[in-house]
């Protein structure tokens, strides 16, 4: 079974500057991995994923994440946000192979200040 | 390309009232997902189609809820009766089958609120 553990509910920033939201998980077999954004009353939209290939993953909106097999994280990164990017994100694991299901974890609300 | 399409977007009912959320998936799109969402919560699969086929409906409560995939496209998903408990946004998804899955693709969902 996966697991995905975002520990920062919330993470508040200003207009400018960087920030970084955390993702750690748990599996026994291959995975997927995932960043997902949700804006107010929207569904789910794909920031980036990682598949195979490069451990540095950009994605849209300006955001990239870098995959750690070894400390199993996922971290998202901007090097500078604008009030636009206030949103929940939403970290998610997905096996390879078999079930082909996705696992999220429970979402860090990024809240940029003026 | 149409995205993932789900009605109706808002949904009040009384408790013990049954309510149906559709989803219409991506052209193409074998596999077929419902998530409940609750609030400050990510969401959580209740059953994964493939095709017709319900392959994945561990985490579905069977006692209240159910749903179906008539050939294969659309789907549709039931409470009855409602609990005051299942006040959430449920979340369609839909992506390709098999080696090709990488991504799920999710519609705007429906907000449930029981009173």
């Known amino acids: 079974a996966q697991s995905v553990t975002q520990l920062d509910s919330q993470v508040p920033v200003f207009e400018e500057a960087p920030v970084e939201l955390r993702c750690n998980y748990s599996?026994?077999?291959?995975?997927?991995l995932f960043w997902y954004v949700q804006y107010p009353n929207q569904g789910l939209q794909l920031l980036l994923k990682y598949l195979s290939g490069s451990t540095l993953v950009k994605g849209i909106n300006g955001f990239e994440a870098e995959f750690n097999k070894s400390q199993t994280s996922f971290h998202l990164r901007k090097p500078s946000v604008h009030i636009s990017d206030t949103a929940e994100y939403f970290c998610?694991?997905?096996?390879?192979?078999?079930?082909?299901?996705?696992?999220f974890g429970t979402g860090t609300r990024l809240k940029v200040l003026a | 390309e149409a995205g993932v399409v789900q009605s109706p977007r808002y949904k009040i009912i009384e408790k013990k009232q049954p309510v149906a959320f559709w989803c219409n998936p991506i052209s193409g799109h074998n596999t077929l997902y419902w998530y409940r969402q609750n609030l400050g919560q990510g969401p959580e699969l209740l059953i994964r189609y493939e095709n017709e086929e319900a392959v994945d409906d561990s985490q579905l409560p069977k006692d209240r809820f159910s749903a179906e995939r008539l050939k294969g496209v659309d789907s549709t998903l039931k409470i009855q009766p409602a609990e005051l408990g299942d006040s959430a946004v449920y979340l369609c998804?839909?992506?390709?089958?098999?080696?090709?899955?990488?991504?799920?693709?999710f519609g705007q969902g429906t907000r449930l609120t029981v009173v």
């Open positions: 998610a694991v997905s096996e390879t192979s078999g079930t082909y299901k996705y696992i």
């Open positions: 998804a839909s992506s390709t089958t098999g080696r090709l899955n990488t991504e799920a693709f």
């Open positions: 599996s026994s077999v291959s995975v997927y």
